[in-house]
């Protein structure tokens, strides 16, 4: 295949290094009200109106998924013949506790990961599971008002005691939350069942206190029942680069940095950073917590941390300002929500980066700042890294039973020589997974047709189709790149 940049090839990468893919219950399991299951939050989130509820809208495609559900063998034994050794997905919650308020687990969602999780270990895989992954019981959204309640670290806790006790020497690595920050991005419904409509930014970071506090008594459960077992946190990764070289830029691009290693700092360095205290007393966010809490944060850190990465971004003051001027709005109002106002490819800026190419859905292409965000964590922390996503999501349509998606093997191997480029330097990366090895449903459209897999799968965004699984040409490429573990791109 032909190279479009001129990048340097990398040396080997370590001995068993897990390459892989992630995916999410909601996103492709479907079968959403099957054998005791009821509704998760992610149940009533329509497509195409991101992160808020609504009871009374079309919820297809999300419900059927892919229908994984009933197709889980055919499924993991194509990502067996990729050469997968790692296999990240998450348990769907209510699979287990319908509502969340049981005391006794759904034997019949036990079974179901049984024999997913027996089948991935006997294909080579070993398996991560993500314990909540822009999910959780509806019924405790309703009742609790979600992760604003203290109440969720007990439920939480009790699903996360279950599914060790059930699966200790199966699963092998446990990540706590999905891309945590993003209870302060409005993505509240998803990652903590608070209705955006009615929050406060005070609400937000309460729920994620509660979230670290569920967090890292997840990691001493886990530990105490399965010493062998790994446990990591799930940060959404943002590179972002100055607009200009004033230096206003450059603290506009660190304060929207700060907001996303806030949840990296408590989960792997245990304590609340003084930067946080800082943005608490300006924005009059006063969190409850207890002495207990923090002691509780502090002695259970998480092993190792993963983080999604697909896009970089650019910021600048001048938007900043300009966005708070026209809207009267501080972050206190707004839920720091300047950083995701137009293309997606903007911070603070309200422009695109001029060095980058986009995606027809607006996301920069920065194999580059996948590189710099490896150097940085790795700086900053000095923990095992995990990247839990990465991916490329486009419209595609099927050509002779294939699709010659060129486009997305340039992309991953951009990315591969970029993770390497990181290693030379030190970095202690132990995986990759890319995101949708196989077409799943999109989070943010609620949408089929943002197409990421390897595979495809023939079904609509109005929820027609065979069902049917077709290998796209990036199949064969990933089953080489694995099998020579990084060399052959
Ligand atoms: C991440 C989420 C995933 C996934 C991915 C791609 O933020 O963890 O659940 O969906 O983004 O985003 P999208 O599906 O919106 O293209």
Request: one cysteine or more; proline letters at 4%.
């Amino acid at each position: 295949m032909k190279y479009s940049k001129d990048l340097i090839i990398p040396e080997d990468f370590p001995k068993g290094f897990l390459w892989g893919g992630a995916t999410a219950a909601n996103q492709y399991e479907g079968a959403y009200m099957e054998d005791g299951k009821l509704p998760s939050v992610a149940d009533v989130q329509p497509h195409g109106v991101f992160g808020y509820p609504d009871r009374n809208a079309k919820y297809y495609p999300t419900h059927g998924g892919i229908d994984f559900y009933h197709h889980w063998q055919e499924d993991i034994s194509e990502f067996g013949e990729m050469g997968f050794n790692v296999y990240r997905t998450s348990v769907a919650w209510t699979r287990l506790f319908p509502t969340g308020e049981e005391e006794e687990p759904n034997e019949l969602g036990l079974q179901f990961y049984d024999q997913v999780f027996k089948t991935c270990r006997e294909k080579g895989m070993e398996v991560m599971v993500t314990i909540s992954h822009y999910e959780m019981p509806l019924h405790l959204a309703d009742k609790y008002g979600g992760w604003k309640s203290r109440k969720m670290i007990d439920f939480y806790t009790k699903f996360v005691k279950t599914m060790v006790e059930r699966w200790h020497g199966v699963v092998k690595y446990w990540l706590t939350f999905n891309e945590i920050g993003n209870n302060i991005h409005k993505m509240e419904w998803m990652t903590a069942g608070i209705d955006p409509k009615t929050s406060t930014l005070n609400d937000v970071y309460q729920a994620s206190h509660h979230q670290f506090v569920a967090s890292s008594l997840a990691v001493k459960i886990i530990h105490e029942i399965d010493p062998e077992a790994k446990v990591g946190s799930v940060i959404e990764y943002k590179t972002i680069y100055p607009m200009s070289c004033d230096p206003k830029d450059s603290i506009v691009v660190l304060k929207e940095k700060q907001r996303g290693y806030f949840f990296s700092d408590v989960q792997v360095r245990g304590q609340y950073p003084g930067y946080a205290w800082e943005y608490f007393k300006e924005n009059d966010i006063n969190i409850e917590y207890t002495d207990e809490d923090m002691a509780i944060i502090k002695q259970y850190p998480v092993d190792f941390l993963s983080f999604t990465y697909y896009r970089s971004r650019i910021a600048s003051k001048d938007y900043v300002e300009s966005v708070q001027k026209e809207t009267n709005t501080s972050d206190k109002e707004i839920h720091g929500d300047t950083a995701y106002r137009g293309d997606d490819n903007i911070v603070n800026t309200g422009k695109t980066n001029p060095y980058l190419k986009l995606t027809p859905s607006g996301w920069s292409i920065d194999p580059d700042g996948l590189y710099l965000a490896l150097v940085d964590l790795y700086d900053r922390y000095q923990v095992p890294i995990f990247v839990a996503e990465n991916g490329l999501g486009i419209k595609e349509t099927l050509v002779n039973g294939t699709v010659n998606d060129t486009y997305r093997m340039e992309y991953l191997r951009d990315h591969v020589i970029a993770m390497q480029n990181a290693i030379k330097d030190g970095v202690d990366l132990f995986g990759y997974a890319w995101w949708g090895p196989i077409d799943i449903v999109s989070n943010g459209s609620g949408q089929m047709s943002k197409r990421y897999g390897f595979i495809y799968v023939d079904r609509n965004d109005a929820g027609e189709g065979t069902l049917k699984r077709y290998r796209k040409q990036s199949f064969y490429y990933y089953k080489k790149l694995i099998a020579s573990n990084g060399r052959d791109l």
